[in-house]
């Protein structure tokens, strides 16, 4: 396991790894590092590889432990009506805008989080949340048993905030998502490196861009963020130092880490 001790807190290394093309995010500058101590290096066992980019199965097959979980995300209106999907596909009509990620990898993240996203007063962070695609997942899952509960996305690109605040305010009015309509939802224009708030609320934390390692270990703030109870924080990491670009993005591992 790899471990981590952030101030009174620590987070464990779960061992879901996708592999994928994400984009790669930028940062302003280095958070203090002074509170992030990799106390052990220990690799999980996992032979999870394959481009996930094109959904083929296996990485379902490879994660038998989750496949009741797989199978209650895919019958979601937020991913199995492509009427709906196609919504979030750009924030400009010439559809030059900000696209969003591959929908396996969306059921692939919301699977893996699950159980905290049905928990009553659920506390959701999209760090860059693009044109709101996995946020309309994660409210249909939040919706049913929410009492308090918010999903909040940051976004760098004002035009594309916009675009994610005008469907999450209207999504309850498809059909089938009345429900999100009880569902505490914002989109904030932001840095998501600059994302600092007091004390560990968030039950689930998605980072939707890559990082490398280094720029994690510098983040403190985002495994600070984490609730008690089980608070989880997924992130794609580059699988090299430096990462290997690819037209802005790099082949990524996503580990999970949660608050215990």
């Known amino acids: 396991m790899r471990a981590w001790t952030m101030a009174d807190c620590s987070t464990t290394f779960a061992a879901l790894v996708l592999f994928a093309l994400s984009t790669v ?13 990799i106390l052990a290096a220990e690799q999980a066992d996992n032979d999870m590889a394959g481009d996930f980019m094109t959904y083929d199965g296996k ?89 308090g509960c918010t999903v909040e996305g940051i976004e760098y690109d004002q035009k ?14 498809f059909p089938g ?5 009880q569902v505490g939802k914002t989109v904030h224009v932001g840095n998501a490196f600059a994302w600092n708030p007091q004390g560990g609320t968030y039950h689930v934390i998605n980072v939707g861009f890559a990082v490398v390692k280094d720029t994690l270990d510098g983040t403190p703030a985002w495994k600070a963020a984490l609730a008690e109870d089980g608070g989880k ?22 580990p999970v880490f949660t608050r215990t």
């Not at 995010?25 to 101590?37: F, L």
């Not at 996203?117 to 506390?123: I, M, Y």
């Not at 924080?233 to 996503?254: D, M, S």
């Open 233 to 254: 924080l997924i992130v794609p990491l580059c699988t090299t130092t430096p990462p290997e670009l690819n037209n802005g993005r790099c082949k990524a591992k996503f």
């Open 25 to 37: 995010g930028c940062r302003a500058g280095r958070a203090d590092r002074a509170d992030v101590q």
């Open 177 to 181: 998502l009345e429900e999100a309509a």
């Open 59 to 147: 990485f379902e097959k490879k994660r038998q432990d989750k496949a009741q979980q797989y199978m209650e995300v895919k019958q979601l209106k937020a991913v199995s009506d492509n009427m709906l999907r196609s919504t979030f596909k750009s924030s400009l009509q010439d559809g030059s805008g900000m696209d969003i990620a591959s929908k396996d990898i969306h059921v692939a993240i919301a699977a893996e989080m699950l159980d905290n996203l049905k928990k009553k007063h659920a506390k959701v962070m999209d760090l860059g949340s693009g044109t709101g695609a996995l946020m309309a997942i994660f409210i249909e899952l939040v919706a049913p048993n929410c009492n």
């Open 160 to 173: 594309t905030a916009q675009w994610a605040s005008k469907w999450m305010s209207i999504l309850h009015e």
